[in-house]
């Protein structure tokens, strides 16, 4: 019983009542975590073998008094990725993700949320892990692998760094090509998982591989990167990772911090996305910096269609100014 006491202990110090008693919305949100760990042990859908159970516990937790309805959603949704095993994980991917090789790489196949999946017209809340981002084989990480795999002379004996790696096809890429070592980086410890499952998907020996979820963007994890950007021949590779103006200042600083560091080079696959794009946001970004293109892909008809029109993406090396 012990992932249930991190369960309550999680839910009872969320904002949610239920007629005045915090224990009612957390018990309900127990009942809900089990019955949904019963659904990813037994392979079945709760929906279907038990609707008017399930529609009574969500009814009951959604007329909570909450005073944040998305931070009560949030609380349920961490609870429930918090009750999971690495194994139930594991399960649910393998069951709601399909092999695929319909991007710029398909000598690489990757397990993905596609549109032959259950999942792919799904809401948020269907999810029981966190946004599943690595689920989805982006633009501009695309661009950036088919340049590896087209360019793998460059790599050979290299240290990359896999920053926002999601599915793992830029590190499969890096390794392909020679890469000496390798930093699989994602915060999201799904997508750390998933990479696994695409490594082993696609025969690819990781024993130079190392597999972190680690925040690279917070000052005491320097550590964990800085033996990857320290080698003559090392790289930092983002693909798709300027998304929002934001994150794109972050991300940058961090980067002018691991280019006074050392004397690594950095590479990007992006779309057109509006932080690196629009003249607006990049003022509103903070960071000096100039791309120097190196290649541009058109995107396939398909792709295209999944990632809101954008029709080719571009790989370029960053530099800080």
């Known amino acids: 019983m012990k992932e249930e006491g991190r369960v309550w202990s999680i839910v009872r110090n969320s904002q949610g009542t239920y007629k005045g008693e915090k224990s009612t919305i957390a018990a309900f949100s127990i009942v809900w975590v089990w019955l949904l760990k019963f659904e990813l042990s037994h392979g079945s859908r709760l929906y279907s073998k038990c609707p008017r159970m399930i529609l009574v516990i969500h009814g009951i937790v959604l007329e909570a008094d909450v005073v944040d309805s998305q931070r009560k959603h949030s609380c349920l949704r961490f609870a429930i990725m918090v009750a999971l095993s690495t194994r139930q994980v594991v399960k649910w991917i393998l069951r709601n993700t399909c092999k695929s090789r319909e991007s710029l790489t398909p000598e690489i196949e990757l397990r993905l949320i596609t549109e032959t999946c259950p999942m792919w017209m799904s809401t948020p809340d269907q999810c029981p892990l966190r946004d599943p981002y690595w689920a989805f084989y982006w633009p501009g990480g695309q661009a950036l692998t088919r340049f590896i795999l087209d360019n793998h002379q460059l790599f050979v004996g290299s240290h990359v760094l896999d920053f926002g790696a999601g599915c793992g096809a830029t590190s499969i890429a890096a390794i392909r090509s020679g890469a000496q070592q390798v930093l699989t980086n994602d915060i999201d410890i799904n997508a750390i998982l998933a990479a696994r499952l695409n490594f082993k998907l696609n025969k690819t020996a990781h024993w130079n591989v190392t597999f972190s979820n680690a925040n690279l963007l917070l000052p005491y994890n320097d550590p964990v990167w800085s033996a990857f950007t320290s080698g003559q021949k090392s790289y930092v590779l983002l693909g798709d990772m300027f998304y929002d103006t934001e994150f794109a200042a972050v991300v940058l600083k961090w980067l002018q911090r691991v280019r006074n560091q050392s004397?690594?080079?950095?590479?990007?696959?992006?779309?057109?996305?509006?932080?690196?794009?629009?003249?607006?946001?990049?003022?509103?970004?903070?960071?000096?910096?100039?791309?120097?293109?190196?290649?541009?892909?058109?995107?396939?008809?398909?792709?295209?269609?999944?990632?809101?029109?954008?029709?080719?993406?571009?790989?370029?090396?960053?530099?800080?100014?």
């Open 263 to 321: 004397d690594v080079s950095i590479l990007v696959g992006d779309p057109g996305r509006h932080p690196l794009a629009d003249q607006n946001h990049r003022s509103r970004i903070g960071v000096e910096f100039k791309e120097c293109l190196i290649d541009e892909y058109a995107l396939p008809g398909y792709v295209t269609k999944e990632h809101y029109g954008f029709t080719s993406s571009k790989v370029f090396q960053l530099d800080l100014l």
